[in-house]
């Protein structure tokens, strides 16, 4: 039954995901058995930014430090190719994955197939839907930041700076990732409870800064008199910049803008007087990845919820705190 069970895993998402959820109750999470050296896996969402360029460097400069092989992959923007990788890496016998699923559903089938394969998955960056899986059952745990504190963050600040504009254009993430999902949920709830904010349109840019610039044209020309844009990434920020230069308007002035990351470039932007504020969430990974899989290797308890602290910035610090941003 077993074998049967990680074929249609690997084989079908949809086919599998069902049987799979229906036998959970009988899994557990595989051991790692304590070594110098290991073969792990990182399957990467795409390499189309500076955050995620960040984030697997510092993988990359952790497993060289730590003498571990990396077997890593990139899955250039692909939930389906970022599911094959996954199973190529089961296939290959590493001893551990990983995974920043760029989805909260598809990612769910090849999570279970490498437990049922008796390889331990971590989760950074982004999490997947409890309902499918669950951390400390079907993973290890999630490793990453709180993506609706982060939002909110930003809509506290907006509140306090806001300076009489308050119609707002909002440039969601990926759909269907958890970064997205919860920067939206985040900053709406905390919008929704002041009644002089409206949000007037809001639309996926894919966290990429073309199709974020490409939104926020069509948005700003469908409602020009937007003054405020919420973009879930700086990258959409950026292109949202764009936008609003080659419509005639000024950023930071006709248009007062907030994000989330902390690219270097965004950052600038806050200095230059173009993005308002920037809530952060630290790409690099590595060392608290690394830290984690040996505390489990140990036979440590693994809290199912690892929290990144992140930073801020807006005027008040940007030029002083400029080498934190990546």
Wanted: proline letters at 5%; one cysteine or more.
């Amino acid at each position: 039954m077993i074998i049967t069970r990680r074929k249609l895993l690997v084989g079908s998402a949809v086919g599998a995901l069902a049987l799979t959820l229906g036998s959970r109750a009988f899994a557990a999470l595989p051991p790692l058995a304590k070594k110098d050296k290991y073969k792990v896996g990182f399957a990467q969402t795409e390499s189309n930014n500076p955050w995620r360029l960040a984030e697997t460097k510092s993988m990359h400069d952790e497993a060289a430090k730590l003498g571990h092989q990396l077997v890593y992959t990139d899955a250039a923007g692909s939930s389906a190719k970022q599911a094959s990788d996954v199973n190529s890496m089961i296939a290959q016998g590493v001893d551990a994955i990983f995974l920043p699923p760029r989805e909260d559903k598809p990612l769910v089938p090849v999570i279970l197939a490498a437990r049922d394969a008796g390889i331990p998955v971590f989760l950074v960056d982004r999490d997947v839907d409890h309902t499918m899986a669950k951390p400390g059952e079907d993973y290890v745990c999630f490793i990453g930041s709180d993506f609706i504190q982060e939002a909110t963050r930003v809509g506290e600040w907006l509140i306090k700076n806001a300076n009489g504009k308050s119609k707002i254009i909002e440039l969601e993430g990926t759909t269907g990732a958890s970064a997205a999902t919860d920067r939206k949920k985040g900053f709406d709830d905390f919008i929704a409870k002041h009644s002089q904010f409206t949000i007037l349109a809001s639309q996926s840019g894919d966290f990429a800064r073309d199709k974020g610039r490409q939104v926020a044209e069509t948005l700003l020309q469908a409602h020009p008199d937007a003054d405020i844009i919420y973009a879930h990434n700086d990258e959409m920020a950026l292109g949202a910049i764009a936008a609003l230069e080659a419509a005639g308007k000024t950023p930071g002035k006709d248009v007062l803008i907030l994000s989330i990351d902390g690219e270097k470039e965004g950052v600038q932007a806050i200095i230059d007087g173009k993005i308002g504020a920037i809530c952060a969430c630290s790409p690099l990974f590595g060392p608290k990845a690394f830290a984690t899989m040996a505390d489990y290797a140990a036979g440590k308890k693994i809290p199912p919820f690892i929290k990144n602290e992140d930073a801020f910035f807006d005027a008040t610090n940007a030029k002083k705190d400029f080498d934190i941003a990546f």
